[in-house]
């Protein structure tokens, strides 16, 4: 599976990016989640999703604020972030995996990271 994160950028807290990730390769077998990383800090869970959408796990910093979801006929995974604060400032990074699980090493594809930069 391979797989390309896009959608960062600059936005102002309070406001709203979506981020995508296009997937090849049969990602619709596999669970996909989205995990980020600041400077300075490691890499953290942020949200997955089953493989057939039914279910979705968010990490509490952002549940209330972000939605994943994907679509498997166009192999893209998103995520919606709403409200964003200061502290989502992050490299996010989308990845897949067999299992629903926050830890790092459950995934066994990554993509390359995008930027997305909350300012005040």
């Known amino acids: 599976v391979q797989l390309q994160a896009s959608g960062g950028g600059l936005v102002q807290a309070g406001g709203s990016l979506r981020l995508s990730c296009a997937a090849s390769g049969r990602p619709s077998r596999y669970v996909m989640g989205w995990f980020r990383q600041a400077p300075g800090k490691e890499r953290e869970f942020v949200a997955d999703i089953s493989s057939g959408g039914g279910v979705t796990i968010y990490a509490d910093s952002v549940k209330g604020r972000f939605t994943i979801s994907r679509d498997n006929v166009k192999n893209m995974v998103y995520l919606q972030m709403d409200s964003l604060k200061l502290e989502d400032t992050a490299v996010y990074y989308c990845?897949?995996?067999?299992?629903?699980?926050?830890?790092?090493?459950?995934?066994?594809?990554w993509g390359q990271g995008t930027q997305v930069t909350v300012s005040s």
């Open positions: 990845a897949a995996g067999p299992i629903i699980s926050a830890r790092k090493n459950a995934y066994d594809f």
